[in-house]
């Protein structure tokens, strides 16, 4: 019997499948980070022979607090599961809507975003005033991300309006991935 398998490098056990039964092994990344992951084959005899290639697994994160005036603060995990460096940027888009109010109608509010690293320590913060029916969006790069927890929050500086937060926050890694199909066509 001929197997084939992989080892994702997430500290998941060897995923081995019958070489004669299928070629197709799946598997779902829970987290992210940069995987070293080795892909083996096991002949009849028992000889292995494998390769290792690196993944890249980035982590989006779709978040919304809804007719809200203490918005609740957002944790963002950067410890990656894997033995790799830290993530190279968290991206930010967000969006703070100030809605219609019923019944007497809303006033503006002003809200600030902040952006904290896991040493509490503010790296990034933008404040707008946002009028009655109306929205207003922070788009933020973060570099030099340490691993732990980051927290994003924000909050109504002034007015008294309910408002709605929607983040979209993304893990992105360097680019440096194997490139697909490592295996080279034909040769044996």
């Not at 096991?42 to 919304?64: A, H, L, M, Y």
């Not at 809200?68 to 969006?95: G, L, V, Y």
């Not at 600030?112 to 933008?126: F, V, Y």
Request: with cysteine.
């Amino acid at each position: 019997m001929q197997n084939f398998y992989v080892v994702p490098g997430d500290g998941t056990s060897q995923l081995q499948v019958n070489a004669d039964e299928t070629t197709d092994i799946r598997y779902t990344y829970m987290t992210h980070g940069l995987f070293t992951v080795y892909l083996g084959a096991i002949d009849d005899q028992g000889n292995d022979n494998n390769i290792s290639i690196t993944v890249r697994i980035e982590k989006q994160i779709i978040w919304s607090d809804d007719s809200t005036a203490t918005p609740r603060d957002m944790n963002i995990d950067t410890t990656p599961d894997c033995e790799c460096e830290p993530p190279e940027f968290i991206q930010i888009k967000s969006t703070v809507e100030n809605p219609q109010n019923f019944p007497f109608g809303g006033n503006q509010v002003t809200v600030t975003w902040h952006l904290n690293d896991p040493e509490e320590e503010e790296q990034g913060t933008h404040t707008e005033i946002i009028g009655d029916e109306q929205d207003a969006s922070w788009n933020y790069d973060q570099y030099n991300v340490m691993k732990g927890i980051w927290i994003l929050s924000v909050t109504i500086d002034q007015g008294e309006d309910n408002i709605d937060v929607n983040h979209d926050v993304t893990i992105k890694y360097l680019a440096e991935e194997s490139e697909a199909n490592p295996l080279p066509v034909g040769e044996e």
